[in-house]
């Protein structure tokens, strides 16, 4: 749910490292399945969610990500965030990332909650609400 709204606001790209891409297509069947639909339901779900998503290469920058996880298995989300310069890692693993060395170099590892927090305060500032409010793709 996450990724369908910040989909929808300006400003945001939101990136995967074609590694990652790869995986969920290889285990498709397996996924589908524990997720107790069928498999074609799944691929539209999953076109769907990979539409408007950038697929980064992160072959050039995967050694350097190293130094900031703690499991190589999730070196290819900050190779990603490193070759695009992303202000964000969205996660719901923050232990697994190494988020102070992150941070100093300008990556915020955030969950989705986190996330949608951050928009949803930006957009109360940018309108100047006190209230919390529901942004459209519009405000930003």
């Known amino acids: 749910m996450a990724i369908s709204l910040l989909k929808q606001i300006k400003n945001i790209e939101i990136i ?3 590694e990652i891409i790869n ?31 950038k697929i980064v290469e992160t072959k ?7 130094e900031y996880v703690k499991d190589e298995k999730d070196a290819p989300f900050v190779a990603a965030c490193l070759k695009t310069k992303a202000s964000f890692l969205m996660t719901y693993n923050k232990k697994d990332f190494r988020v102070k060395r992150l941070k100093k170099i300008g990556i915020d ?5 986190e996330i949608l927090k951050k928009v949803r305060d930006r957009y109360c500032r940018k309108n100047g609400d006190k209230k919390k409010g529901s942004p459209s793709k519009n405000d930003f």
């Open 60 to 66: 050039e920058t995967i050694e350097e990500s190293l």
């Open 16 to 18: 995967a490292p074609r």
């Open 23 to 53: 995986e969920i297509k290889i285990h498709r069947f397996e996924i589908a399945r524990k997720a107790g639909i069928n498999q074609k339901i799944f691929g539209y779900f999953l076109d769907a969610i990979l539409k408007g998503i």
């Open 109 to 113: 590892v955030l969950t989705p909650p």
